[in-house]
Nanobody, 123 residues
């Protein structure tokens, strides 16, 4: 069982930056593929980014590519999402997720989820 805890959300003005983090409880964090998803009010949860165990391969949704950067520190069991040039449409609850099968972009690819952290971008 893997427990994931997100942190770092908050309120930021449009054009600003924010970094959210996700800390995992497992000693085998380095063996997991990790993903970020987000869910805005009234909308379905959507894929944001994913990273493989080494950090050498990453995926991004088209809406965030070039603005967001995913990274991980396996020594600290922590996943990061650096968000720059934020827009009001980035407002959502951001969730991290883990699986040990594939570098996935679908919700069903992931077995473990955090509780989410709220990111609000004001215009």
């Amino acid at each position: 069982q893997v427990q994931l805890v997100e942190s770092g959300g908050g309120l930021v003005q449009a054009g600003g930056s924010l970094r959210v983090s996700c800390t995992a409880s497992t000693r085998t964090f380095r063996t997991y593929y990790m993903g970020w998803f987000r869910q805005a009010p009234g909308k379905e949860r959507e894929f944001v980014s994913a990273i493989d165990w080494s950090g050498g391969n990453t995926y991004y949704a088209g809406s965030v590519k070039g603005r967001f950067t995913v990274s991980r520190d396996n020594a600290k069991n922590t996943l990061y999402l650096q968000m720059n040039s934020l827009k009001p449409e980035d407002t959502a609850v951001y969730y991290c997720a883990a699986n040990n099968r594939r570098l996935g972009v679908y919700i069903n690819d992931y077995d473990y989820w955090g509780q989410g952290t709220q990111v609000t971008v004001s215009s």
